[in-house]
């Protein structure tokens, strides 16, 4: 029959001539015929239904094995430079100042943080940043100290303010004001530029929610705190006679301060690690 010629063939190709020489040529004992004949593999046939079964559990488990790889972690470490500019037009030494011409300087700030992903719209992040500010005061009057103890002593019964408010001065040159309101005798020099810089380090803890989300950009808003460390608080008088000297210090900036946070944040992705965040 068919069947018998099929398997006749199928020992002929593993070097037998038929399956009764294969147990003949082996015919010691039963158990040598058992063992010869457990290790010839016939072959396994599958049905249809057996084989559309298989293909769907392959294809759920490539499923699983892709969805894990490609799962985003819940940690993620960024790091952001972006320039820092004070919007307002005050003096933030002084109020003393606000009738001079003030500049505000444009400065860079950086930082990294670190965020931890709650759900795919929520997220908690903390991080260390560097921020710098810088404004500039022109047309500013000097004087010295020796000048400034003649003043307070002519003028004592009139009031007249001596030192600008919030100076802390450390050197022998100090800020005349109501420079008009004294002899041209008094001045050091007249037409300077004095220039503040702060530096802090600050350090936020805050809470991201996703509001929208389409392919690249999302917007998200954004809650929570930063504490602040002051690490540089310089005042300097600069002019075109004697160049640049530190005068002093601010004196209403505090070593330490903690401020609340809140903000919308729009993000361009350009990939999965660069993107434009305005916030």
Same mark, same amino acid.
């Given at each position: 029959t068919e069947f018998g010629d099929y398997w006749n063939n199928y020992y002929s190709n593993l070097g037998l001539n038929s399956r009764n020489e294969k147990l003949k040529s082996n015919s010691i004992d039963g158990e040598n015929i058992a063992y010869q004949a457990s290790q010839v593999k016939l072959p396994v046939v599958k049905n249809d239904d057996e084989k559309f079964l298989e293909e769907i559990l392959l294809e759920e488990e490539t499923r699983h094995i892709t969805k894990e790889t490609t799962k985003t972690p819940k940690l993620a470490i960024s790091s952001f430079v972006s320039p820092t500019l004070l919007l307002d037009s005050k003096s933030i030494l002084s109020s003393t100042f606000n009738a001079n011409t003030l500049q505000n300087d444009i400065t860079v700030s950086y930082g990294a943080k670190v965020s931890y992903i709650i759900t795919d719209n929520i997220k908690v992040r903390a991080g260390i940043?560097? !921020? $710098?500010?810088?404004? #500039? *005061? #022109?047309? !500013?009057?000097?004087? @010295?100290?020796?000048?400034? @103890?003649? %003043?307070?002593?002519?003028? @004592? $019964? #009139?009031n007249f303010a001596n030192n600008p408010e919030n100076i802390k001065y450390t050197s022998e040159i100090s800020i005349l004001n109501n420079a008009e309101d004294? &002899? #041209?005798? =008094? =001045?050091? @020099?007249a037409d300077n530029k004095m220039n503040q810089k702060l530096e802090f380090v600050e %350090? &936020? !803890?805050e809470i991201e929610l996703n509001l929208f989300k389409h392919k690249r950009f999302n917007i998200s808003a954004i809650g929570g705190g930063s504490y602040f460390i002051l690490t540089k608080n310089e005042i300097d008088i *600069?002019?075109?006679t004697s160049g640049k000297l530190k005068i002093g210090e601010a004196s209403n900036v505090n070593n330490t301060s903690f401020s609340a946070n809140g903000a919308l944040k729009f993000e361009y992705l350009f990939n999965n690690k660069i993107g434009i965040i305005n916030s």
């Open positions: 940043a560097k !921020i $710098d500010l810088a404004q #500039n *005061t #022109n047309n !500013i009057t000097t004087s @010295s100290v020796s000048n400034m @103890s003649s %003043i307070n002593a002519i003028h @004592s $019964d #009139n004294f &002899p #041209n005798k =008094y =001045y050091l @020099s %350090i &936020p !803890i *600069t002019n075109s």
